[in-house]
């Protein structure tokens, strides 16, 4: 089952990232790659993105929770 995932518009300011609401969220190695996966491919499976940052799914999983709890992705 594939899903989209939505990212917020978001401003690069150095090592952190304002959201268009004026949040500032930093942003760690795995937020950006992960981000990077998903902007490049928007419709990418959680698998698929595993398999391209050699990473676990579970390990996907945490990282898309945690981006979609502070509002980064939805």
């Known amino acids: 089952m ?4 939505r990212i917020r518009c978001f401003i690069c300011v150095g090592s952190d990232y304002q959201t ?3 949040a500032i969220l930093k942003l760690s190695k795995n937020d950006k790659a992960i ?3 998903i902007q490049g491919n928007p419709t990418i499976t959680q698998k698929d993105c595993a398999l391209k940052l050699g990473w676990a799914v579970e390990r996907v ?4 929770r945690k ?3 502070q509002q980064m992705i939805n």
């Not at 594939?2 to 995932?5: A, N, P």
Request: no cysteine; proline share 0%.
């Open 67 to 69: 981006m979609k709890k």
């Open 20 to 22: 268009t609401q004026g």
């Open 35 to 37: 981000l990077a996966v």
């Open 2 to 5: 594939s899903r989209e995932i």
């Open 61 to 64: 999983k945490y990282y898309l």
